[in-house]
Each structure stands twice: as structure tokens, then as C-alpha cells.
């Protein structure tokens, strides 16, 4: 009997979820800013979910392209019951460098995550994601070198709002509070994570508490986590703190542009390797394109305790014509005392084959893209014998796909 | 608290924190012992005590340390001069040094030297295992004739030498063969040794003595526990899910080797005290049947847990690993890295679940070289010592000569181009950085002797 109502519930919930989809796009909600009420551009949709501060997840539903310029300065609280979320991103890739070339089809992603509203400020999410179970070069993995299914969040999220102020707050595996900023706007994922995950090894969950606190433009998150990311439990007793504060000084209907600045200071492994990180981000978005870049200066890098390292990383997409993107990135971390220098640069077109409206939250596209990889003095994996130049042509399949229950 | 971050903050740019090159050490450590720790903590200790013994033991022990360091970005490192893509892709041993050679016996009788530990092996750059090789015999010098200041750079000449001599007369069209009796007086003494003890069937006594027609583990210490607490070497009973890893283990690879009967387990143990490196891997050692039910003919074979080799992940390799397990790709590489591909009839491989075993005669013919004895040449004499360690460079090339790179290539054609009319600042070059690994490797055993490893890795990881 339960569940049968249940069953129903759920149907009727999926009918009206459809019949929303179907219907023309609700009104925007109003925005308290003067320059949205001159745009002349259509105003969009409440920001995604997955524009998410970093205490809310799912991450990756976030408008699924540079047509979606959100007014708001900071992701509003998702009340939805239950948000489900896919981030696949699959590719065919071609590697030419010294040597015999490379291809090989790839899964580069590919992420599930359930979000459920336990009470009007409240919920819980479980975010999983596919990983290859051997180490890179190794053969000791799972069931051979199986691809396996890890936790990537598991946390428990809650929101206050006093007037104008809101704060939020997660525990449990959660996510970065640097890497959630950097991704809210950053729509090139499927071609490159970020340049702090990717070249600084940040890590983008960890088992953490995270606060943060948004008023007006202004918006300050801190997280007090073990720093091990989801390798490792803890394996020291020191504690990373990063702190991130974000500006957003425009909000309107054709362009939003945000500041942040980061500091992390922490240790990792049992070694206790200082894991220390300064740095700053600008993003901006408009409905046609959008941009943004990352400065950090890292004072150790993996086990490198010594390690002094500066990375600059930029990228860039705009829809020149409706359904069809093309983007830009790169980055480059310079080590401190003749350490060499390590650079990804690349470019790709994309299309959108079918897209449900301009501010549509699900996504798929196609891409071609082509990277160019560099290395030089120290920096390379083996000075003087190999300098890990390559270059790399990728067919890339990416796909963000959320669902809700209200 | 605030005040500290802000401050902190503030100065970050001009900070200038030296991070110890202990932390270092030690994180490498713990991640080159994570499972292990979890799994024998007890054991995992001991192996860090035995590094503490001394700065060979330490070399041993440190393998991962050294290829982080000559490999990761992030530090001012060495250019080498003889470096090319396609010359970073050869198959090396992991980890050469003068203790992981030992003896065989061919299945024709041939008693011969060549390489004995392939746990490490991997595609890599061939020059950076040359500088390995050196700077173990640039130890042993220290070691052993700490007041000859200049046979480091001797030794790191001949190892040189001897490689870049080999290399020349493969890419000139010689098949090099093993290295035999008449090479040198330390591995004539040790190939008679290993025959006579072979023959006798030395190591299946040691292990399982017969007593009254019946052959009975000798369970417990075989040699006294040093006076640091490490076990030298324990023979402990087997019991439970072992027993059925074993037999599982025999029944998949027995198959080919041995008759079933003659591959019938008889007893089944752990050996516990063996190597630095893997000291707290399972080694299992099994009496088989033989031929007959006599114990006469009775085999002794060694089951050993085999984890993952040398992954320079940085460089334009596959992500994925060429072989199926650890233990296949130690087995299949011991083959192509090895003189000849019969010195052991009864080389395997299986899987047990996650556990990976490599499988070998356990026959006292096979008997690895010491660097105790080694160290005694460089006090009383020289001139062998230079030879063996000319010797050890040959043995690495035709090792790295012969075997197919990661391109499918023989080795010595990448690696001959490079040599080929700079033999000297070869030579120079290994001489030099082999000096500077081996100063590295013995500050960091300086460093860390003294030092409760236990306490700073093992119990953390747990």
C-alpha cells in the first residue's frame, strides 16, 4: 500500500517535473539590482544547483553554457526534496610525442551524486565516482585494473539565513572550498580540471567541516579538514585550514564578475609536508561567453615539502552562434629555483546537438579539442633524456544531467 | 589562532621555510609501506630497523625514495648528456644494486651469475640505473676503505666502463652469454658454493629436515634474532586462509612445471627475515613431493608476494601497466632481463585473489652475492673489486641491451647512439652523480638512524 503510494507520488512528481521542462521558462525571479532591470538581454533562470557554494552539491548541474549568466551573486539554497545529478565525460584521444603515438578511449569522469532535503535548511548528499582501481603504471588493482566506484562527497549540509546574511555549513566529505569557486563558473571541465587540481594536486573533497557566510557581494568560506583529500584518512595531527573570499561586484543579466582570494596552510601525510597555498581568481560570465583565470603560489607540492611553485591558468568560452562553443585554456606552473616550468595549452570547438532551452541545466555536447603539452629545464620528467612534450587531439563526449524531485 | 594565519599570510610571500628533507623521507616511506603497515605493522618496523643498520641496508631499503628524487619535479635535478626519449623507455631491473645478482643453475647444469631481484622492474631510463649500480658500489667502498678517496670514483668508472664496453659489442652484433666461472675469484667461490649446497639439497634440509624417514618443518629462528630485534630468518606454520592461498596458488601454476604428483605439497611455511626491501612481504616456502615419495627427491619451491614495479609516471607512457599482475611481470621480465631464460625451470606466476605470487626454485643454487663480501675486497683487494664492479656494468647492459624497450626495440639499439665515441664523459657523468646519490643516500641514513621510525610512520599509518 506504502509503496504504492509512494510509486505514485514519484509519477506524479516526474509528470509535473516533465511538464515544467516542457512549459515555456518561468519568470525570472527579481533581481535586486538596478542593471537588470536596463538589460535588455532575457533575463535567465534562478541560478543551477550546481552553482553551488561549496556546501551544496550536486556540483556539476550547472547551466550548460556561456548562455547562462546568473544574476545571482551566490547560489541560493536548493530546497528541492531530492536532486539527482550525472557528470559523464567520456573521450577518444590521440597522444603524438616522442615515440611510438597513443590511442586510447577514456572515461574521465563519470559521477553520480543523490542530494535529499531532510528539512527545509537541511540535507544530506552522496556523491560517487568512477576511478581506475591500479595506480598509474601499476597492475595491483582490483579485479586487474578495473574501474571502481569511490566516495567522492558525503555530507551533511545546512543553511540560516539572518536577513540579508546567510550562513551555510557542511560536514563529512566535503567539497573544496578553492576548487568548488574555481568550478562555478568553469565550463571547460570535460577538456581540463582546473589548474589547481590538475598541476597543484589540490584536492577537491576532503573529510572536513566547512563554514561560510555570504552578505550582499561578499562571501567568506572557511574549511578545517584532515588535508588527505580521498586518498587517505588522516595521517598526521595537524589540521588544513583553507579560507576563501569571494567578491562579486556585478550581478547583473549581462555580466557577472567575480573576484576570490585563497589561503590554505596545512600538512600532508605522515610526513606532515607543508601543503601551503596563496593565491586569487577572477571570473566572469556573460550570456554569449565567459572567462576566468587563477594565480596561486604553492609552498610544497605531493611530497616535496621545499617545493615552490607559481601557477597561472586561464581559460575561455563563448557561443559565437547558437549550439556551437569554442574555448580556450591554459596553464602553466613555474617551479622557484630553477625547477623548471610545466605548460598545458590548448584550444577546442564544441557542439551542443540538442539543447531544451537556452538556460537548460542538462547538457551534452560534443567536443574536439587539441592540447599541447610542455616541459622544460628541471620540470622535466627526465632532464636532459625526455622532455614529456606532447601533443594530444581529443573527441570528447560530456554530459551533465540533473534531475529534481520537489 | 586568527592572528597566526593573518600574520602568516601577510609574510607568505618572503617566508622562507626549509622543509626537511626528513619529512620527505619519511613520507615516502610511509607511502612506499602504506599496505603493509596496515596489514604486519610488526614486520613493516623490523624492515625499518634493518634499514637502520647501515647505508647499504638503508640503499636497499630506499629504492622508491631514489627514483622520486631523480624522477619528480620540483627540485633543481641532474641533466644527464645521454639521455633520449626513446632511451627512457628501456627495460630496467628497479633496482640495481650489487646484492640483487646471484647465482642459477641452466637447465643443463650451467652454473652462472646474473640479476636475481626483479620485484622493481619497469621501462625507465637506463642511465639513471647505471648511477643506481655505482652509487651501491660507491657505498660498499665507503664501507669497506672509507680512507680510499679515490676508489669511488674508480668503481663508478668501471661500472661505467663495463656497460658502455657491452653496449658497443651488442650493437656490434656479439650475443653476450652469462657471466660464468673464471670471471672473477668472489663469483667462482660463490658458484661453487651454490652448486655444491644445490646438489646437496641444502635449502629443502635447511627448511625441512628429515628425521626418521620423515621430513618435518624446522619451525623457529634458523639464525639467532639480531640484537636490534630484527628476525633473520623464522620459519613460522602456516595455518587457515594461507594454507588455501597455497594450494591455490600450487594448483594454478604447477601445471606445465611439475607432474601432479611431483607437484603434491608436502609442507607449506612462512619465511620470515629474507631481503630489506620486501622484508614484510609473504614469502612462502613449499616442499613438493619430487619425483618419487621418497624425501630424496623433495622440492622446495618460494611463493612470493610481488606489489607493483617502477612507474616513471611522468613521462609519455601507457597509464596502464604492460602486464596483467605484478607477479607476471616480474616472472616475464626476469626472462628477458636474464642471460638465459632457463636458469630457473620452475619460474611462475599466479594470482590469489588480490595477492600476487611469484614463484621460483628455492634450491640453494640460487644464491645471492653479499656486500659484506664485497666491502672485505675493497679493504684487501682492489683490483678484484674493479673488476667485479666492470663485471656488474656488463651484466646491466646486456640486461638492458638485450631486452625489448617499451617501443619494442632492443635496448642497445637507443642506447648505443648515445654512447657510441663518449665513452669518457660516460664515464665521467656516472661517476659524478653515483658520488652524489651515494652522499645523499648515506646523509640520509645519518639522518635517520637514530631516529624511531616506528613511531614516525607506522604508527601513524595505523
Redesign the interface.
Known amino acids: 500500500m506504502m509503496r504504492s503510494a509512494l510509486s505514485l507520488i514519484l509519477v506524479v512528481c516526474a509528470a509535473r517535473n516533465v511538464a515544467a521542462q516542457d512549459a515555456p521558462e518561468p519568470a525570472p525571479e527579481p533581481v535586486p539590482n538596478d542593471d537588470a532591470k536596463a538589460s535588455l538581454t532575457p533575463a535567465p533562470t534562478p541560478a543551477p544547483a550546481a552553482s553551488a557554494p561549496a556546501t551544496q552539491a550536486p556540483q556539476s548541474s550547472r547551466p550548460s553554457g556561456p548562455a547562462a549568466a546568473a544574476t545571482e551573486r551566490y547560489p541560493a539554497w536548493q530546497s528541492a526534496r531530492l536532486v539527482l545529478d550525472l557528470e559523464l565525460y567520456t573521450q577518444a584521444r590521440l597522444v603524438h610525442r616522442a615515440g611510438d603515438d597513443l590511442s586510447e578511449l577514456r572515461l574521465d569522469r563519470g559521477e553520480v551524486g543523490a542530494r535529499v532535503g531532510v528539512y527545509r535548511d537541511a540535507a544530506a548528499e552522496l556523491r560517487l565516482e568512477a576511478i581506475r582501481s591500479a595506480s598509474d603504471g601499476g597492475a595491483l588493482g582490483v579485479d586487474g585494473n578495473s574501474t571502481v566506484v569511490r566516495v567522492k562527497r558525503a555530507q551533511v549540509v545546512a543553511t540560516h539565513g539572518f536577513g540579508e546574511l546567510r550562513l551555510d555549513g557542511a560536514i563529512g566529505f566535503t567539497a573544496d572550498p578553492w576548487i568548488a569557486r574555481l568550478e562555478r563558473d568553469y565550463t571547460i571541465k570535460p577538456l581540463s580540471r582546473t589548474g589547481s587540481e590538475r598541476l597543484l594536486d589540490w584536492p577537491t573533497s576532503d573529510l572536513a567541516a566547512v563554514a561560510a557566510a555570504s552578505y550582499g557581494p561578499v562571501r567568506v568560506a572557511v574549511s578545517a579538514g584532515n588535508g588527505e583529500g580521498l586518498r587517505y584518512p588522516e595521517r598526521n595531527t595537524g589540521k588544513t585550514i583553507t579560507g576563501v573570499a569571494e567578491l562579486v561586484p556585478i550581478a547583473t543579466d549581462s555580466l557577472r564578475l567575480g573576484v576570490a582570494a585563497v589561503g590554505r596552510d596545512g600538512s600532508l601525510g605522515v610526513g606532515s609536508i607543508r601543503d601551503r597555498r596563496a593565491g586569487g581568481a577572477i571570473t566572469a560570465v556573460t550570456p554569449r561567453a565567459r572567462a576566468g583565470a587563477e594565480l596561486v603560489y604553492a609552498w610544497g607540492i605531493a611530497d616535496r615539502g621545499d617545493a615552490k611553485a607559481l601557477l597561472v591558468s586561464a581559460w575561455a568560452e563563448a557561443e559565437p552562434i547558437a549550439r556551437a562553443v569554442v574555448a580556450a585554456r591554459g596553464a602553466s606552473l613555474g617551479y622557484a629555483d630553477n625547477g623548471g616550468r610545466q605548460s598545458t595549452f590548448g584550444g577546442a570547438v564544441a557542439v551542443e546537438p540538442w539543447r531544451e532551452s537556452a538556460n537548460a541545466r542538462s547538457s551534452l555536447r560534443f567536443w574536439l579539442a587539441i592540447d599541447r603539452v610542455t616541459t622544460s629545464g628541471a620540470a622535466m620528467p627526465l632532464p636532459g633524456a625526455d622532455a614529456g612534450d606532447a601533443t594530444v587531439v581529443m573527441l570528447i563526449a560530456s554530459i551533465l544531467a540533473p534531475y529534481e524531485v520537489n | 589562532m586568527l592572528l597566526r594565519?593573518v600574520v602568516?599570510?601577510a609574510l607568505?610571500?618572503c617566508?622562507v621555510?626549509?622543509?626537511?628533507r626528513?619529512?620527505?623521507?619519511?613520507?615516502?616511506l610511509?607511502?612506499d609501506n602504506y599496505e603493509w603497515s596496515l596489514r604486519d605493522p610488526a614486520l613493516v618496523a623490523l624492515k625499518l630497523h634493518k634499514m637502520q643498520r647501515g647505508p647499504y641496508e638503508w640503499l636497499r631499503g630506499s629504492a622508491a625514495l631514489y627514483w622520486?628524487d631523480v624522477?619528480?619535479?620540483?627540485?633543481?635535478?641532474?641533466?644527464?648528456?645521454?639521455?633520449?626519449?626513446?632511451?627512457?623507455?628501456v627495460l630496467l631491473l628497479g633496482d640495481a644494486h650489487l646484492e640483487n645478482a646471484g647465482t642459477f643453475r641452466a637447465s643443463d647444469g650451467t652454473m652462472f651469475i646474473d640479476w636475481n631481484d626483479f620485484d622493481a622492474t619497469?621501462y625507465g631510463?637506463y642511465?639513471?640505473e647505471v648511477r643506481r649500480l655505482a652509487a651501491s658500489f660507491v657505498i660498499v667502498a665507503g664501507i669497506g676503505a672509507p680512507s680510499d678517496s679515490a676508489l669511488p670514483a674508480e668503481l663508478s668508472r668501471a661500472v661505467a666502463t663495463g656497460y658502455t664496453t657491452t653496449i658497443a659489442a651488442l650493437a656490434g652484433g656479439a650475443r653476450i652469454g652469462a657471466v660464468g666461472e673464471g670471471a672473477s675469484a668472489l663469483f667462482d667461490a660463490e658458484l661453487k658454493k651454490s652448486k655444491k649446497r644445490g646438489d646437496a639439497g641444502y635449502a629443502v634440509e635447511e627448511l625441512a629436515p628429515v628425521t626418521a624417514g620423515v621430513r618435518t618443518l624446522a619451525l623457529g629462528d634458523l639464525e639467532p634474532d639480531g640484537t636490534d630485534g630484527v628476525i633473520e630468518d623464522r620459519v613460522v606454520e602456516v595455518q587457515g586462509e594461507q594454507v588455501a592461498w597455497i594450494d591455490r596458488a600450487v594448483a594454478a601454476w604447477a601445471p606445465g612445471k611439475l607432474d601432479a604428483a611431483a607437484a603434491t605439497i608436502k609442507l607449506r611455511a612462512r619465511r620470515i627475515g629474507s631481503g630489506v626491501a620486501s622484508y614484510a612481504a609473504y614469502r612462502y616456502q613449499v616442499v613438493l613431493e619430487g619425483a618419487t615419495p621418497a624425501p630424496d627427491d623433495d622440492r622446495v619451491i618460494e611463493l612470493k608476494e610481488t606489489?607493483?614495479g617502477?612507474?616513471?609516471?611522468?613521462?609519455?607512457?601507457?597509464?596502464?601497466?604492460a602486464?596483467?599482475?605484478?607477479a607476471?611481470?616480474a616472472a616475464i621480465t626476469q626472462q628477458r632481463l636474464q642471460a638465459r631464460d632457463d636458469g630457473d625451470g620452475l619460474l611462475g606466476h599466479t594470482q590469489v585473489g588480490?595477492l600476487?605470487l611469484k614463484i621460483r626454485d628455492r634450491e640453494a643454487y640460487q644464491r645471492g652475492i653479499n656486500a659484506e663480501d664485497l666491502g672485505e675486497l675493497a679493504r684487501t683487494d682492489r683490483a678484484q673489486l674493479l673488476l667485479l664492479a666492470n663485471l656488474y656494468g656488463g651484466m646491466l647492459a646486456r640486461a638492458h641491451g638485450q631486452a625489448l624497450t617499451?617501443?619494442r626495440e632492443r635496448g642497445y639499439l637507443v642506447i648505443a647512439p648515445l654512447l657510441t665515441g663518449r665513452e669518457a664523459e660516460f664515464a665521467d657523468e656516472v661517476a659524478t652523480l653515483a658520488i652524489g646519490d651515494a652522499a645523499q643516500i648515506a646523509a640520509d641514513y645519518e639522518a635517520m638512524k637514530s631516529r624511531n621510525l616506528e613511531h614516525?610512520?607506522v604508527a601513524?599509518?595505523r
Open positions: 594565519y602568516w599570510f607568505a610571500g617566508a621555510e626549509a622543509e626537511s626528513e619529512r620527505r623521507i619519511v613520507n615516502v610511509a607511502g622520486r624522477t619528480e619535479q620540483g627540485d633543481s635535478r641532474a641533466t644527464t648528456a645521454f639521455g633520449s626519449p626513446a632511451a627512457s623507455r619497469g631510463p642511465h639513471v606489489r607493483d617502477l612507474a616513471i609516471t611522468e613521462t609519455w607512457q601507457r597509464e596502464a601497466s602486464w596483467n599482475t605484478p607476471e611481470r588480490a600476487s617499451a617501443d614516525l610512520i601513524r599509518i
